[in-house]
């Protein structure tokens, strides 16, 4: 409940106190006094909002006593009432008691307290422009305390070493010393792999371990916008520039400027539109559409494709001077397919990921999950496995995710497409026997995980009788585990 506004009324009338007294009490939390002294009492001791003070009193008049509550309490809203209408008066009140309104006798009750609402409002905004005051001035060095936290938190999200999850052997360690080599050189990178590879991390670890840590990062989607539309979110444009353009508009690169910026998709871009980008890195400067006037930058530029550019630049689809002034580095992201050692610590970190942004909690994830996971190709790389882990945690109903959320098109991975052939062969050891039964095994439990341990399906796919799938189980002790050693913990 809304505590409500305290109102002092002064007045050497009783029947008038009381009768003021009788009309507000209702909507106001009203202290009455009927001399100076009282008044001056009920000041000290309660937290008065409203003055409500009659003109002619014995002992000063109402004009002086708010000149003197101005002084001592300046927040105090101050309202003279009075049968009086001397000019003199209301000109004295005004400058010397500071009064917000002058009430003149016989007042109407309804009269009275849209007034003094009005009154409250006024006070109410008085202290929030009090505070915002205070707050100001202390605005800057909050403000500079703020970003330099900020810069530290993105600097250790995007750390080339914690940033890019992978395992001790993984081959994106050689990739992680390029990106810490480079990272501070003001040198042009081209990154480069298949779609959900993590480039733009890439892009963001380059960023936030350089020396334009504190600037801008901005990044474009180059392939999602038609030509005239691209030109104008990179450089700019002026008002009436074409259809549509009501306002002058600030490029990305000038709002880069000293920063950096990522051109992802730099290899879906037009032959004409890649004349003008060439142009911009040999002048280091923009001109922006509509304008004649020239606007010097400073940016690093990171582009990133998915094309094969050598091809690309064979076929006259990219220009090869562009190319050399993008590519400075050049750096290849492997997908996932080939980072199979990776596959599990990538999966907990984006569960763990996955659970802060949803808000929902699991306690970690079956083995059998992260055997399919390493099974799969991952078409769709990094990006795919985060939408299959986000789906299953929204379906997940148990403490753990397990094989029965996997999407279908995971889980039925065919035994063919789950062992990489030739190395899988070739990365078994020991007699023929053994490496039969050891790829036996395999398939049998890939199978097995794939129909959700349903014997019957199994055994039907694979030829076998029940008697005979169980026996084979049972030699190669393949059994749905349900104890914790077939549990990873997010933890």
Known sequence: MTTAASILVVDDEQRSLESIQRILCDRFDVHIANNIEDAETILRREWIQILLCD???????????????????????????????????????????????YI???WHPDDLIIKLNNAVDLFRLQRENEQLSVELKLKPDTIEQSMIEKRRTLKARYDWDQAIIRSQESCMNSICNTIRNAAPFDVNILLTGESGTGKELCARSLHYNSLRQDKVFVAENCGALPDELLESELFGHKRGAFTGAIDD??????????????????GDTSPAFQVKLLRVLQEREIRPLGSNSRRPINVRIIAATNRNMEQDIRDKKFRQD????????????PPLRNRQCDI?????????????????????????????????????NVREMQNEIQRMLVLGQNDYLGSDLISPQILHATPEESIADMELLTGIEGTLKQRVESLEARILKETLIR????????????????????NK??????????????IIDVA
């Open 473 to 486: 189980m049972h030699r190669y002790g393949l059994e749905k585990n349900t104890n914790i050693e077939s």
């Open 322 to 333: 562009l190319y050399y002034r993008l590519a400075t580095f050049e750096i290849n992201i």
């Open 344 to 380: 599990s610590p990538l999966a907990i970190a984006i569960l763990n990921q996955t659970m802060d942004q949803l808000g929902k909690r699991v306690k970690g994830i079956s083995e059998e999950v992260l055997n399919c996971f390493e099974a799969y190709q991952w078409p769709g």
């Open 249 to 266: 508009r600030i490029g990305l690169f000038e709002l880069a400027d000293g920063g950096t910026i990522f051109l992802d998709e730099i």
């Open 55 to 101: 003109q002619r009193m014995p002992e000063m008049t109402g004009v002086e006593f708010t000149q003197k509550v101005r002084d001592e309490y300046p927040l105090i809203i101050r309202i003279i009432i009075s049968g009086y209408t001397d000019s003199e008066d209301i000109i004295n009140a005004v400058n010397k008691g500071g009064i917000y309104q």
């Open 104 to 106: 003149t006798k016989p």
């Open 451 to 470: 129909l959700r341990w349903n014997k019957t399906q199994t055994a039907q796919e694979l030829g076998l009788s029940r008697v005979g799938l169980r």
